[in-house]
């Protein structure tokens, strides 16, 4: 009985309780729209309007069939996918090994390994690019010695290599982070189990960690795939002018031809792939996540 009026001054709380939840949402709120909403909204309608290269009557989709008409932004789109997706394949290649690896570590030790493995993010991916610039040019520490031998030199600095080179190294510490992330919140008592039962270690592994790590590979996917379609310093300063991606086609279009609007298509061409292919990923291993 004493419990009874409790009740409709709990129901009288819940009111008082959502407002205080809208206010502290509210700032929060405020900043999403002011820099996300309102100004994707004006990338897209920009790249719905002429402009002094595609002239029409706007809003509408020409800049888009221009694009889509020339051969160089067609390769550039192509670009930008091709190398987007090797350097995520290559990044999770690399990372989740190193991962498992430093999940068996001690603890402490895990910890150290793991600073130094954010090391490159620390400093900056322009400082990574132009360390990779001093190591894959002609005359660098990498190449020299080829040269001095009388060996065949490749030519890595503005390729599509150098590119990768670039891009891998900038992504995968991110994706060693996460994948350890996902490995450390596998309880050891599964492992134990399953060991107990008579379980092989590549039967636990398939069986076992990589199940329970799929949302941490998931993490990883996307996070490596965005950052590696966006790049913008690996493709200027690895590739060179000939070695556009969509990231660098926006500030040539800024910058050179001061057309705001195509770069606006580009923009929005590259919120796009990364759109199809994040909800891509999201689709194939959240299935596989549920199971069958």
């Not at 419990?3 to 809208?22: E, F, G, H, K, Y």
């Not at 570590?105 to 130094?116: D, I, Q």
């Not at 031998?149 to 080179?165: M, Q």
């Not at 050891?188 to 060991?195: D, G, K, M, T, V």
Request: overall charge positive.
């Amino acid at each position: 009985m004493t419990q009874a009026p409790a009740m409709p001054a709990l129901a009288a709380s819940l009111p008082r309780r959502d407002r205080t939840a809208a206010w502290l949402l509210l700032p929060a709120a405020v900043l999403l729209i002011a820099f996300l909403a309102v100004p994707l909204c004006a990338t897209v309608w920009a790249s719905l309007s002429p402009n002094d290269i595609v002239r029409f009557q706007g809003p509408g989709l020409d800049n888009y069939g221009y694009v889509f008409s020339k051969q160089h932004y067609l390769t550039v789109i192509w670009r930008t996918i091709r190398l987007a997706l090797l350097a995520t394949a290559v990044a999770l290649l690399i990372g989740y090994p190193t991962a498992l690896a430093l999940w068996r570590l001690p603890p402490r030790l895990n910890s150290f390994m793991l600073m130094g493995t954010t090391f490159p993010i620390l400093t900056g991916p322009l400082v990574v690019v132009l360390g990779w610039m001093i190591l894959l040019s002609n005359g660098g520490p990498l190449l020299a010695p080829l040269a001095a031998l009388g060996l065949p030199v490749p030519k890595i600095l503005g390729t599509e290599t150098g590119i990768s080179v670039g891009i891998v190294h900038f992504v995968l510490p991110l994706v060693i982070l996460m994948l350890n992330s996902a490995l450390r919140a596998i309880p050891p008592a599964l492992l134990e189990a399953s060991a107990s039962l008579g379980a092989r270690p590549l039967s636990r592994f398939v069986h076992v960690i990589w199940p329970l790590s799929l949302p941490g590979v998931l993490s990883a996917l996307v996070v490596a795939f965005a950052l590696s379609a966006s790049s913008y310093i690996s493709p200027y300063y690895l590739g060179g002018a000939g070695r556009h991606m969509l990231g660098t086609l926006v500030s040539e279009f800024m910058l050179a031809t001061f057309n705001g609007q195509l770069a606006a298509v580009a923009a929005m061409l590259l919120l796009i792939i990364k759109t199809v292919a994040i909800v891509g990923a999201t689709l194939a291993l959240g299935r596989r996540m549920r199971g069958p």
